[in-house]
């Protein structure tokens, strides 16, 4: 054993291994041990063989014996030589050789790469080594420069490489040294150092985006490097890339918290190397539409709730009470808010308590707390809401005692508004101590001085600054929290958007010395939000407060900020100190003064010391409104909610008619006077024309005399001017839905201060009055008079608007044509919510008219969702009756005191889509009654009439009514409850019996309910009593309970509500338990509704109900009945923008399809000249998938252009909303028939192309055979000993052609005689109709003379009995025969339009003969009336096949003569014999070959080219031109024709329009067209635009060709190839003209474009040579544009049954059938039977009268015209008898009555005699007046 160096021990490893057999091998040699081998390798040892193995191991001798031929010695050591002897025992040979054991190398080398310049490099020491022995050696190297070596002890694992490079790579090598000096082989390790980490990271953030920035590290432009951004949240990671060092990390979650890593990446050698991340983590802003998302009010930032969307009924869920979602918060708090629960506020969500059901309803900002903040959910709600919810949603919280947003910030743009006009609703009473005792102030909000007490806070503050707001304002009788704070449900949840609201609460004084904490009213207001954060809000309170109170802990952090501080109010620091701060630090800093809390002070005390600095300040106090302070904001940058241009408009138009109203009785009297003594004395002549109470002894004379008065009374009504004040009423009523909304309100708001003001001043007279102890009570009876007049509301207003209307329509007056709109302005203001005056409190009476117009105008606009509910409350004065309603719904009747509703107002309430089938109605309409027992009307004489006859007719109108009492004991309410009884126990006798709900109002017992089940039993038997005793004086005496009248349950129909208030007005809010009550008693009403059997009436049927009762009440008649009205539609100018897009439709598949028929033309060619048959079945199954494809891309853009159009906001698009499913239809119709005839024409042009080329196979094999025999006869005349002349050549030519044509001769395509072929599918289709049949077909001995003639409906033999039969009846013979000769000849028609489709192909025949039989078929077996006999049949089909197969020769023999290879190879003889001359010649043929292939190939295809586009263009300069108008719709078109023949003057021209309709307006389209492009070059210059286009595409293509072939021929067949789909290849000219040119093709193609621009100059001239248009369009053979114009103006065919005016109807598909203005029916050949006069009526007034018609679609019987869409369904005539024939047809048919008569051999019509007097100029402006008022208004549209 030795030590061995490396070498050599490989060395003798290797001669080991090189031993030959028998010698030893190594088979392995480790560090510890060696396998060895000896022998043969192939043999392995028998076994019986002994072999002894020898070797030295430190100092010690081994030996081992085995009977293999290997062996392996185990623990040697590491790098030492050993000499091995193997010892063979029984042959005793031996072996020897030495081997070096390895020196292990260090294992599990890697590195760490720590920074940018420092590396950590790790290894494992070899295994079973003593570490005594050995050493390690580190050596690096960059660019293989070895750079550092370290040597390290064998103990040593890692070692740290500082100071290296960036982003650059380094080799590292490590090796074992042995104590010797020996070395292991180096394990390698390539390195790559970081790049340098991005410096610097600088972040600014949005609510969805982040952009980061940073300093690049690296600065030498020349190392390429990127960075890398990786941002992760909780719920997801995603990276990106930038060359750049900034980024923009878009989509981004707001209020979410995301970690931001930046890396800077650097690719070295095809490794990318990361640095080490710089880290940021930021959280993302919050925005307005997260939240909103989250909510779900997103769509409602933009499209804001309205007041009605909130009010409306939806379904009842458990979502009542509870919210699943964060979703239905807003939906929640919004009910119970309408319902003025004080309970709003605290919003539940079920996910607090079960999260897993709802995880997946919404995640975002709130998903940790499953809630929303209440503050960011009223934040968001007044975002969402329209300035008239926001208002509704002020009022109901300043009801609840809830604070209301002043400032409203938005956290978008960070600017604020001020909600001046959100919180102009809301009105205060108070009593204050500065005024009298018993004197109470009212006023609005916002008009009212008050001082200004504002809380903010600086920093962090310990106490809650809302809280103790919340127990400042309460009394201490009753806590109210005012303002939300964190201790309320959710008030712990982060702010989110709410951050920056101002809110504002007030104190308001009740007069009570005991309760009130501050004597005078004042205002609180309360800002979100640390003020260093919201400056202007800050700067807001500051300037209009009377004191700041800062609430800050941190007095010496914010130092420096208070000092900074502009404050001109009084400034009083709260804050909470510990003992060692005392305060004494502000000696900079002067507050007003200071309130220090220390732990010693408790609530109470802390409260109270808040109070005494109020009191202190409100002693000195400057006062302001919000009004006032409305003009502080601006300065600031607040914006002010009224500031809009809409608003102020309408504020100024409510000014201009409040202003100069200073006393009210006065200014009724003068301004609405039709309401006044006018009024109510018709009201009382009417009753008494009904009644005629009167003791007169001659009625007829009082009844004569009451109607002379009567008439006088409404001529005198009638004779009022309109007075200024109710013209600028009408006017801001008028103006658009927004502004309209704001007037009415800014009337309401001014005429409400006005009545306040009036009412406070006459109350004090009064009290002045009543001190006197000598009463003046002639003065009280006025002051009462006065005071009960002083009323003025917007209702006064609209009830002027009725009367004048009343009088207008009476008098059928037209000078007032403003009121006609008046109706259904004030129909869409009920849509809106706004209460209709339903009876005049005051007259007592109904304005019926007006009240038909607008329920009329409702049920249209609601109309088919008119159904309805009516629910009324009846009940005695000041019970709360409007409250009530107004809780329950959520709407606004008026309510105050002193302010009680008079006659009945009527309110509707939408319901929801979801819950319209359920509650069985789409509204509720609510009506809201006069209170009964009126202490006004109870000295009156008539007062019980009066409220019977009210509660009549409300009672009749409902489905259900609510009774209000307003005591918990019934007995007072006997003579109520006895006029209710009566107008129940009517409603009954009339067949209605309503329900009836009691509320019992003001119980406060929480057993209310079970002790009064006694009273409730009295009131039974009390209503029992009055109605036995009603019944009697009703003489209805069958009626003995209360119950036989109406459905009444003594406990389901009863309901106890305790009172409104909770607490002491002014400072306590609504009951909850109030609000939970009415709650449960809408819910009650509901379900009734529910349940109910009986059908809702529409609006119709209840104002047929209002007019009977209220008759019925006049005359004191109950029993009365029902008639339906009918409404009216209107069409628009949808027809104009559906013929664009249809246009748009068809020219894009005319486009199409022009580019793929030149495709399929151009198949065979390139099939013959490729020698590869293309299968041209499988193209065009690709183009029919294409244009399927095509065809649905088409048809949903065209679709789309219709719901795009109906979803417009376009004035006109609801008119016609009717008509979307029809135009819908017609768009669809459309693509089906396009597809359909696509496909036929691309089965006519394979069918073509087929043939075609068949023939082109022959043609090709004779063009080929022909070159040959060319080819060979130059060579042949070359060879000759001498020079041939030209006319030797000739004689040689014409041998050669004779013998071709010779050898041709036999192959012409053969013919076929289609007659034959005809009669035999004929006979074969008639064979089983019977023997006369059969008779009649031997009869037939050529077609070709059958169909000549004009057919007639006999058979050739008719049977003796029939002949005597129909001459015993020839009534009904002529009758069958005239019908049956009508079908059959309608049937010979339709086949010929099928034969000509078929012929007008350029195809050959194919079996067509069977198609057109199967038609006929389908034709008669359609036709059950008449019945058709098999001989007619017969007849018919033999005539239709005599013509069809004439016409089928005729297109057999044309496409043979077309297609014969013969014909076409002597057509270009003269071609062939002139290049065989050049060949002969060897004359250059390059120049002139290629002018010959640019005039005879290219020019034609050129031609071709141009002739297909000209069509769509020309319709297109028809559409859009000067002729714009006369195709716009048909409309327009039938104005522009009735125009020309009016010029003309020509009855010829006349008649063919009435009775050829069709073809005149072909012909006059045609004319038309000609005469426009006869002008100015208009059909050239289309035609040059496309000659430039195509000769620019073609030498396009021949540049592209050059390199694609090596003859000319086919370099031209290339140049077609490559415009396919643009020029049809002329295969024919082609071949003929380019057959023996040998030219170069490069040189050729060089040539061809000089002779491509001479062809463009030549068809340029040819073009400018042709001047005649009409024959030019003539020659037009595809997309002909008078046709396509026709099908564009003709729409679906159809004309009047009675007077031929042709539909005007949109679209094709349309379901009903209209004309404008319909003709006198005589130019429709109608007659009166009797005379065989021709009839002078109109259609549109016979259809309205008591005339009959008869006709064949009648049977010949008579029918009445009014039925007259029994016999025509399709038909809509309009039934007005107001519509008269136009001036134009009166004098046409005047004109030519005469020559109408003989024309249809008739008698002349008796014309009016006036008709005869209309001129010309009259026809002409009756055309201009009917026509072109609606041109004129699209064109402006447009």
């Known amino acids: 054993m030795e030590d061995c160096d490396e070498s050599s021990g490989s060395q003798r490893n290797k001669e080991a291994e090189e031993e030959t057999e028998g010698h030893i091998r190594f088979t392995d040699v480790g560090p510890h041990s060696v396998r060895l081998e000896w022998g043969d390798q192939d043999v392995a040892a028998n076994g019986q063989q002994k072999f002894q193995i020898e070797w030295k191991n430190e100092e010690k001798d081994f030996t081992k014996t085995t009977h293999e031929n290997h062996f392996e010695i185990k623990q040697l050591s590491p790098g030492t030589s050993y000499n091995i002897k193997v010892v063979a025992v029984e042959e005793k040979k031996s072996f020897s050789a030495s081997v070096c054991t390895a020196i292990p190398a260090p294992e599990n080398f890697e590195y760490v790469s720590e920074d940018a310049t420092t590396v950590k490099l790790k290894w494992m020491p070899p295994q079973k080594m003593d570490p005594s022995l050995y050493k390690f050696q580190v050596i690096m190297y960059k660019n293989e420069e070895k750079t550092e070596s370290v040597t390290l002890k064998s103990n040593e694992n890692t070692i740290l490489l500082e100071d290296l490079l960036p982003a650059t790579e380094y080799k590292a090598t490590i090796n074992t040294i042995l104590n010797n000096g020996k070395q292991s082989e180096s394990d390698i390790l390539i390195i790559h150092t970081k790049p340098l980490t991005p410096e610097n990271i600088q972040i600014k953030n949005d609510a969805t985006s982040v952009f980061l920035k940073w300093i690049d590290p690296i600065i030498d432009d020349k190392i390429p490097h990127r960075f890398r951004v990786i941002w992760r949240s909780d719920a997801d990671a995603m990276e990106s890339f930038t060359d750049q060092a900034e980024v923009n990390v878009l989509h981004l979650k707001p209020g979410t918290e995301y970690s931001f890593s930046v890396y800077t990446v650097v690719e070295l050698n095809g490794t990318k190397l990361e640095s080490t991340p710089v880290k940021i983590t930021h959280r993302t802003n919050v925005n307005m539409e997260s939240v909103l998302t989250d909510l779900g009010l997103q769509n409602h930032l933009k499209n804001k709730l309205s007041l009605q969307s909130v009010l409306e009924l939806r379904k009842l869920s458990d979502e009542d009470q509870t919210a699943h979602s964060l979703r239905s918060l807003p939906w929640l708090f919004l009910r119970k808010l309408m319902m003025v629960n004080s309970s709003a506020r605290i919003i539940k969500c079920a996910s607090n308590r079960n999260s897993e059901t709802t995880s997946s309803s919404y995640?975002?900002?709130?998903?940790?707390?499953?809630?929303?903040?209440?503050?960011?959910?009223?934040?968001?709600?007044?975002?969402?809401?329209?300035?008239?919810?926001?208002?509704?949603?002020?009022?109901?919280?300043?009801?609840?005692?809830?604070?209301?947003?002043?400032?409203?910030?938005?956290?978008?743009?960070?600017?604020?508004?001020?909600?001046?006009?959100?919180?102009?609703?809301?009105?205060?009473?108070?009593?204050?101590?500065?005024?009298?005792?018993?004197?109470?102030?009212?006023?609005?909000?916002?008009?009212?001085?008050?001082?200004?007490?504002?809380?903010?806070?600086?920093?962090?503050?310990?106490?809650?600054?809302?809280?103790?707001?919340?127990?400042?304002?309460?009394?201490?009788?009753?806590?109210?929290?005012?303002?939300?704070?964190?201790?309320?449900?959710?008030?712990?949840?982060?702010?989110?958007?709410?951050?920056?609201?101002?809110?504002?609460?007030?104190?308001?004084?009740?007069?009570?010395?005991?309760?009130?904490?501050?004597?005078?009213?004042?205002?609180?207001?309360?800002?979100?939000?640390?003020?260093?954060?919201?400056?202007?809000?800050?700067?807001?309170?500051?300037?209009?407060?009377?004191?700041?109170?800062?609430?800050?802990?941190?007095?010496?952090?914010?130092?420096?900020?208070?000092?900074?501080?502009?404050?001109?109010?009084?400034?009083?620091?709260?804050?909470?100190?510990?003992?060692?701060?005392?305060?004494?630090?502000?000696?900079?800093f002067k507050p007003y003064s200071k309130i220090l809390r220390d732990r010693n002070m408790n609530d109470f005390k802390f409260v109270d010391t808040l109070q005494k600095a109020v009191v202190d300040i409100l002693a000195d106090s400057t006062k302001i409104s919000m009004e006032k302070m409305s003009k502080i904001a601006p300065d600031l940058g607040i914006l002010v909610d009224e500031n809009n241009t809409i608003c102020q408009n309408a504020k100024k138009r409510a000014d201009m008619i409040t202003r100069d109203i200073t006393n009210i009785p006065e200014y009724k009297t003068k301004e609405l006077s039709l309401q006044d003594k006018l009024w109510k004395e018709i009201s009382k002549l009417e009753k008494e024309m009904c009644r005629l109470k009167a003791k007169k002894q001659n009625i007829e004379h009082y009844k004569s005399?009451?109607?002379?008065?009567?008439?006088?009374?409404?001529?005198?009504?009638?004779?009022?001017?309109?007075?200024?004040?109710?013209?600028?009423?009408?006017?801001?009523?008028?103006?658009?839905?927004?502004?309209?909304?704001?007037?009415?309100?800014?009337?309401?708001?001014?005429?409400?201060?006005?009545?306040?003001?009036?009412?406070?001043?006459?109350?004090?007279?009064?009290?002045?009055?009543?001190?006197?102890?000598?009463?003046?009570?002639?003065?009280?009876?006025?002051?009462?008079?006065?005071?009960?007049?002083?009323?003025?509301?917007?209702?006064?207003?609209?009830?002027?608007?009725?009367?004048?209307?009343?009088?207008?329509?009476?008098?059928?007056?037209?000078?007032?044509?403003?009121?006609?709109?008046?109706?259904?302005?004030?129909?869409?203001?009920?849509?809106?919510?706004?209460?209709?005056?339903?009876?005049?409190?005051?007259?007592?009476?109904?304005?019926?008219?007006?009240?038909?117009?607008?329920?009329?105008?409702?049920?249209?606009?609601?109309?088919?969702?008119?159904r309805i509910r009516v629910v009324t409350v009846l009940g005695v004065q000041?019970?709360?009756?409007?409250?009530?309603?107004?809780?329950?719904?959520?709407?606004?009747?008026?309510?105050?005191?002193?302010?009680?509703?008079?006659?009945?107002?009527?309110?509707?309430?939408?319901?929801s889509e979801e819950f319209r089938a359920e509650l069985q109605c789409d509204y509720i309409l609510v009506i809201d009654t006069e209170g009964l027992k009126s202490p006004e009307l109870a000295k009156l004489a008539n007062s019980y009439e009066h409220d019977n006859e009210l509660?009549?007719?409300?009672?009749?109108?409902?489905?259900?009514?609510?009774?209000?009492?307003?005591?918990?004991?019934?007995?007072?309410?006997?003579?109520?409850?006895?006029?209710?009884?009566?107008?129940?126990?009517?409603?009954?006798?009339?067949?209605?019996?309503?329900?009836?709900?009691?509320?019992?109002?003001?119980?406060?017992?929480?057993?209310?309910?079970?002790?009064?089940?006694?009273?409730?039993?009295?009131?039974?038997?009390?209503?029992?009593?009055?109605?036995?005793?009603?019944?009697?004086?009703?003489?209805?005496?069958?009626?003995?309970?209360?119950?036989?009248?109406?459905?009444?349950?003594?406990?389901?129909?009863?309901?106890?509500?305790?009172?409104?208030?909770?607490?002491?007005?002014?400072?306590?809010?609504?009951?909850?338990?109030?609000?939970?009550?009415?709650?449960?008693?809408?819910?009650?009403?509901?379900?009734?509704?529910?349940?109910?059997?009986?059908?809702?009436?529409?609006?119709?049927?209840?104002?047929?109900?209002?007019?009977?009762?209220?008759?019925?009440?006049?005359?004191?008649?109950?029993?009365?009945?029902?008639?339906n009205s009918l409404v009216a539609e209107a069409y628009s100018k949808l027809c104009v923008e559906f013929n664009t897009w249809e246009w748009a439709f068809k020219k894009h598949?005319?486009?199409?399809?022009?580019?793929?028929?030149?495709?399929?033309?151009?198949?065979?060619?390139?099939?013959?000249?490729?020698?590869?048959?293309?299968?041209?079945?499988?193209?065009?199954?690709?183009?029919?998938?294409?244009?399927?494809?095509?065809?649905?891309?088409?048809?949903?853009?065209?679709?789309?252009?219709?719901?795009?159009?109906?979803?417009?906001?376009?004035?006109?698009?609801?008119?016609?909303?009717?008509?979307?499913?029809?135009?819908?239809?017609?768009?669809?119709?459309?693509?089906?028939?396009?597809?359909?005839?696509?496909?036929?024409?691309?089965?006519?042009?394979?069918?073509?192309?087929?043939?075609?080329?068949?023939?082109?196979?022959?043609?090709?094999?004779?063009?080929?055979?022909?070159?040959?025999?060319?080819?060979?006869?130059?060579?042949?005349?070359?060879?000759?000993?001498?020079?041939?002349?030209?006319?030797?050549?000739?004689?040689?030519?014409?041998?050669?052609?004779d013998d071709i044509v010779m050898q041709f001769s036999l192959t012409a395509l053969p013919s076929c005689d289609l007659g034959k072929e005809t009669y035999r599918f004929l006979h074969s289709n008639l064979e089983t109709k019977g023997g006369a049949v059969r008779e009649m077909l031997i009869n037939v001995t050529s077609l070709d003379q059958c169909g000549t003639g004009n057919f007639y409906a006999t058979t050739v033999k008719m049977n003796i009995f029939k002949k005597l039969r129909n001459s015993l009846l020839p009534a009904q013979r002529d009758k069958k025969h005239k019908l049956i000769q009508l079908t059959c000849e309608r049937i010979i028609n339709e086949s010929k339009v099928l034969i000509s489709s078929k012929t007008?192909?350029?195809?050959?025949?194919?079996?067509?003969?069977?198609?057109?039989?199967?038609?006929?078929?389908?034709?008669?077996?359609?036709?059950?009336?008449?019945?058709?006999?098999?001989?007619?049949?017969?007849?018919?089909?033999?005539?239709?096949?005599?013509?069809?197969?004439?016409?089928?020769?005729?297109?057999?023999?044309?496409?043979?003569?077309?297609?014969?290879?013969?014909?076409?190879?002597?057509?270009?003889?003269?071609?062939?014999?002139?290049?065989?001359?050049?060949?002969?010649?060897?004359?250059d043929q390059c120049q002139k070959k290629a002018?010959?292939?640019?005039?005879?190939?290219?020019?034609?295809?050129?031609?071709?080219?141009?002739?297909?586009?000209?069509?769509?263009?020309?319709?297109?300069?028809?559409?859009?031109?000067?002729?714009?108008?006369?195709?716009?719709?048909?409309?327009?078109?039938?104005?522009?024709?009735?125009?020309?023949?009016?010029?003309?003057?020509?009855?010829?021209?006349?008649?063919?329009?009435?009775?050829?309709?069709?073809?005149?307006?072909?012909?006059?389209?045609?004319?038309?067209?000609?005469?426009?492009?006869?002008?100015?070059d208009a059909f050239l210059t289309l035609e040059m635009k496309h000659l430039n286009t195509i000769v620019s595409q073609l030498k396009t293509a021949i540049e592209s060709a050059k390199s694609m072939t090596n003859n000319s021929c086919n370099f031209v067949t290339n140049v077609f190839t490559c415009l396919d789909e643009e020029l049809v290849t002329p295969i024919d000219n082609l071949n003929a003209t380019l057959a023996l040119n040998s030219s170069d093709p490069a040189e050729f193609a060089d040539c061809l474009k000089p002779s491509?621009?001479?062809?463009?100059?030549?068809?340029?001239?040819?073009?400018?040579?042709?001047?005649?248009?009409?024959?030019?369009?003539?020659?037009?053979?595809?997309?002909?544009?008078?046709?396509?114009?026709?099908?564009?103006?003709?729409?679906?065919?159809?004309?009047?049954?009675?007077?031929c005016a042709p539909c005007e109807a949109g679209g094709k598909e349309h379901t009903e059938h209209f004309a404008s203005v319909h003709r006198p029916q005589g130019i429709g050949n109608n007659y009166w039977v009797q005379t065989n006069k021709l009839i002078p009526d109109i259609c549109s007034s016979q259809v309205a009268s008591e005339c009959t018609f008869c006709c064949e679609d009648t049977g010949h019987q008579w029918h009445p015209y009014k039925e007259y869409r029994q016999i025509y369904p399709d038909w809509r005539i309009q039934p007005d008898t107001s519509i008269e024939a136009t001036d134009f047809w009166k004098y046409i048919f005047a004109k030519y009555n005469t020559k109408f008569a003989k024309r249809y051999n008739f008698k002349p019509a008796d014309v009016p005699r006036d008709w005869y007097n209309i001129t010309v100029q009259q026809a002409n402006k009756c055309l201009d007046d009917t026509f072109l008022l609606n041109s004129h208004k699209n064109n402006d549209d447009g």
């Not at 002043?406 to 009593?431: G, H, S, V």
């Not at 009788?477 to 008030?491: C, R």
């Not at 927004?738 to 201060?753: G, S, V």
């Open 1400 to 1483: 007008s192909a350029k195809s050959d025949y194919s079996s067509d003969i069977q198609e057109l039989l199967c038609f006929i078929d389908k034709k008669l077996e359609n036709c059950k009336d008449p019945q058709i006999s098999p001989e007619i049949e017969a007849s018919l089909k033999i005539h239709i096949c005599g013509i069809a197969a004439r016409s089928f020769q005729k297109m057999h023999d044309d496409y043979i003569q077309r297609t014969d290879p013969l014909t076409s190879l002597e057509r270009f003889k003269e071609q062939w014999l002139a290049d065989f001359k050049d060949l002969y010649y060897q004359r």
């Open 951 to 1123: 509660a009549t007719v409300v009672v009749g109108l409902s489905d259900i009514t609510i009774v209000n009492i307003a005591m918990e004991n019934a007995t007072e309410m006997k003579d109520t409850l006895q006029i209710v009884v009566h107008a129940f126990l009517r409603m009954k006798e009339v067949g209605k019996k309503p329900c009836c709900h009691f509320v019992h109002q003001n119980t406060a017992d929480v057993a209310v309910y079970e002790k009064t089940l006694r009273e409730r039993k009295i009131l039974l038997k009390q209503l029992d009593e009055m109605t036995q005793a009603a019944a009697k004086m009703e003489k209805l005496g069958k009626n003995k309970k209360f119950t036989d009248i109406l459905e009444y349950n003594i406990d389901g129909n009863s309901w106890y509500i305790p009172g409104l208030w909770l607490g002491v007005p002014p400072m306590a809010p609504v009951s909850t338990g109030y609000s939970e009550e009415v709650r449960k008693l809408k819910d009650g009403i509901l379900h009734i509704l529910k349940a109910t059997k009986v059908p809702a009436q529409n609006f119709m049927e209840f104002e047929e109900w209002i007019r009977s009762l209220w008759k019925a009440v006049q005359f004191e008649n109950f029993i009365f009945s029902f008639r």
């Open 1149 to 1297: 598949m005319i486009g199409w399809y022009t580019k793929s028929e030149t495709k399929i033309t151009n198949m065979s060619v390139i099939s013959v000249q490729s020698r590869n048959t293309l299968n041209i079945d499988r193209v065009v199954a690709d183009l029919k998938h294409e244009v399927t494809n095509e065809l649905d891309k088409e048809e949903e853009r065209f679709l789309g252009k219709i719901e795009q159009y109906f979803e417009s906001e376009d004035e006109n698009v609801h008119l016609v909303e009717n008509y979307k499913e029809e135009f819908l239809n017609s768009a669809k119709c459309l693509r089906r028939e396009t597809e359909t005839d696509l496909r036929n024409k691309m089965e006519n042009a394979v069918l073509i192309q087929k043939g075609i080329e068949k023939v082109e196979v022959i043609r090709q094999n004779q063009r080929d055979t022909m070159k040959e025999k060319v080819l060979n006869l130059i060579s042949a005349c070359r060879n000759t000993k001498n020079n041939l002349s030209d006319s030797q050549l000739n004689e040689e030519f014409e041998k050669m052609w």
């Open 363 to 588: 995640s975002g900002f709130y998903e940790d707390q499953k809630g929303i903040n209440p503050l960011d959910l009223i934040t968001a709600l007044f975002h969402c809401a329209d300035p008239f919810l926001q208002q509704e949603m002020a009022l109901k919280m300043s009801m609840c005692q809830f604070s209301v947003p002043l400032l409203l910030p938005n956290c978008d743009t960070k600017e604020c508004t001020l909600m001046l006009w959100a919180l102009r609703d809301i009105t205060k009473q108070f009593r204050s101590y500065s005024l009298e005792e018993d004197r109470l102030e009212e006023n609005s909000i916002v008009l009212t001085d008050l001082p200004l007490i504002s809380f903010v806070r600086l920093g962090k503050s310990s106490v809650s600054k809302s809280e103790f707001l919340n127990k400042l304002l309460s009394n201490n009788q009753h806590h109210h929290d005012t303002f939300s704070h964190k201790e309320l449900e959710n008030g712990n949840i982060p702010r989110k958007i709410s951050n920056g609201l101002v809110e504002m609460s007030w104190y308001l004084p009740g007069g009570k010395k005991t309760i009130d904490k501050f004597k005078e009213p004042v205002a609180v207001a309360n800002l979100r939000g640390d003020i260093s954060a919201f400056k202007a809000q800050f700067d807001f309170l500051s300037q209009t407060s009377s004191a700041v109170f800062l609430f800050c802990d941190d007095l010496d952090s914010n130092q420096t900020f208070l000092e900074s501080l502009q404050i001109t109010s009084k400034l009083v620091l709260v804050c909470t100190t510990d003992g060692s701060t005392s305060g004494d630090n502000l000696t900079k």
């Open 705 to 866: 005399e009451l109607k002379s008065q009567f008439q006088k009374l409404k001529k005198k009504q009638g004779s009022s001017d309109m007075r200024e004040t109710i013209y600028h009423f009408i006017s801001g009523l008028s103006c658009s839905p927004d502004e309209q909304l704001y007037f009415l309100k800014w009337m309401k708001i001014n005429l409400d201060h006005l009545t306040r003001k009036h009412l406070s001043r006459l109350d004090e007279q009064y009290r002045e009055v009543c001190k006197n102890s000598t009463e003046d009570k002639e003065r009280l009876r006025d002051l009462e008079n006065e005071i009960a007049s002083s009323s003025l509301g917007v209702q006064h207003f609209m009830r002027e608007l009725s009367q004048l209307y009343e009088s207008t329509h009476s008098q059928k007056n037209k000078k007032h044509t403003a009121l006609k709109k008046l109706p259904e302005i004030c129909a869409q203001l009920m849509l809106t919510g706004f209460p209709l005056e339903l009876i005049d409190g005051e007259a007592s009476n109904i304005p019926l008219t007006w009240i038909r117009d607008v329920l009329t105008a409702l049920n249209n606009l609601t109309a088919p969702h008119n």
């Open 878 to 911: 000041s019970t709360g009756k409007s409250t009530l309603l107004n809780t329950m719904f959520g709407i606004q009747f008026a309510v105050s005191s002193g302010r009680c509703t008079r006659g009945a107002f009527m309110l509707l309430i939408g319901v």
């Open 1652 to 1699: 491509i621009d001479k062809m463009h100059q030549a068809l340029a001239d040819q073009l400018r040579g042709e001047s005649d248009i009409r024959a030019k369009i003539t020659k037009l053979s595809e997309n002909r544009p008078q046709e396509v114009l026709f099908s564009r103006v003709f729409g679906c065919g159809k004309n009047c049954p009675f007077c």
């Open 1491 to 1576: 002018e010959t292939c640019a005039m005879q190939c290219f020019a034609p295809a050129v031609m071709e080219y141009i002739q297909k586009r000209l069509g769509p263009d020309i319709v297109d300069e028809m559409l859009t031109g000067k002729t714009a108008v006369d195709f716009g719709t048909r409309t327009f078109f039938q104005f522009s024709l009735l125009k020309q023949l009016l010029q003309d003057e020509d009855f010829k021209n006349i008649f063919e329009f009435v009775a050829n309709y069709e073809k005149f307006v072909t012909e006059w389209i045609s004319e038309k067209i000609i005469e426009h492009f006869s002008k100015e």
